[in-house]
């Protein structure tokens, strides 16, 4: 189904992915405080069954739960299967690369999504929309490594990042394909099924860490960020992002996460965190650089 992107919708397709950005940079800040306190699996599996109860549920109150939104039930697997391999492949990347190198390979999904944007939907990446993914990335590099070029310089290739780069590929294929399997469904139903069906793949994935967590054992800021993570930076982002991909390109909709890295600075500062230098802002400020060249209208 073709869709007429208007100004006014491709302003709403901004401002959704502004405040998915602020959103998902908490998921890293909540989560790095209890990393080491429960499975990454088992932590995800709740995330996705809580995400899609809550989601199902206004689903049912909104009385949108008609069979033909389930019609094809194919193309939830496939968007939830993407999103269940970019989880599952970050968090066997972390296990032996360091944060940083991993966030530096995930600059590269908004690229990686102008591409699939062309593959599957022929949308045409214009030099200033380039120009303006070049300024985002190394912007967004600048606040990842703090302005330190010794940091950036020494950043190596591992089996880490090699295994978190398929998880940003998958990442980057999604933006683009929900608007090449959506039938018309509205983005909250569309947003359920692909809930469940990330998380039947999650389950199936981590059915041994789920059965070996001690969940009546786990502290109450593991569920503080459980349920964080699970209704903000789940039920809610996935709604965003299917809401803008109907309304903007598929490399307009990745490169908010460009954000996601000052976001996080807010976050951690939030917590107490030091301030980081003030070298810093420069990173920060190509990145609001990089979206107000994308706001601009063609």
């Avoid at 069954?49 to 697997?77: E, H």
């Avoid at 599952?88 to 991993?102: D, H, N, Y």
């Avoid at 912007?139 to 703090?146: H, P, S, T, Y």
């Amino acid at each position: 189904m073709s869709r007429v992107r208007v100004p006014g919708q491709a302003r709403r397709g901004h401002i959704a992915m502004l405040v998915f950005s602020a959103l998902v940079a908490g998921s890293f800040s909540l989560g790095g405080l209890v990393a080491n306190e429960i499975a990454p699996t088992a932590l995800n599996a709740a995330r996705f069954v809580i995400a899609a109860a809550v989601i199902g549920a206004v689903v049912m109150a909104r009385g949108q739960m008609q069979r033909t939104a389930f019609v094809a039930p194919w193309r939830y697997l496939v968007l939830g299967g993407l999103f269940a391999i970019y989880f599952v492949t970050m968090f066997e990347g972390l296990k032996t690369a360091p944060p940083v190198s991993a966030a530096a390979v995930f600059t590269l999904t908004p690229l990686m999504a102008a591409g699939f944007g062309w593959l599957l939907q022929r949308q045409v990446l214009t030099p200033r929309m380039a120009l303006a993914l070049g300024i985002g990335a190394f912007g967004a590099l600048w606040v990842i490594f703090r302005a330190d070029f010794a940091a950036m310089r020494a950043f190596e290739i591992g089996r880490g990042e090699s295994i978190f780069f398929w998880g940003c590929v998958a990442h980057a294929a999604y933006a683009p394909m929900v608007p090449r399997l959506n039938r018309g469904e509205s983005p909250v139903v569309f947003t359920f099924g692909t809930l469940v069906a990330a998380a039947l793949v999650i389950i199936v994935y981590g059915a041994g860490d789920i059965l070996a967590t001690d969940w009546s054992a786990l502290s109450p800021l593991v569920w503080v960020t459980l349920f964080y993570i699970a209704i903000p930076a789940s039920s809610v982002t996935f709604v965003l992002v299917q809401f803008a991909a109907l309304r903007l390109p598929a490399s307009k909709v990745m490169a908010y996460t460009y954000l996601v890295p000052s976001w996080v600075i807010c976050w951690e500062i939030a917590f107490g965190q030091p301030v980081p230098p003030a070298l810093v802002l420069i990173g920060i400020a190509m990145t609001v650089l990089a979206l107000l060249l994308l706001l601009k209208s063609e």
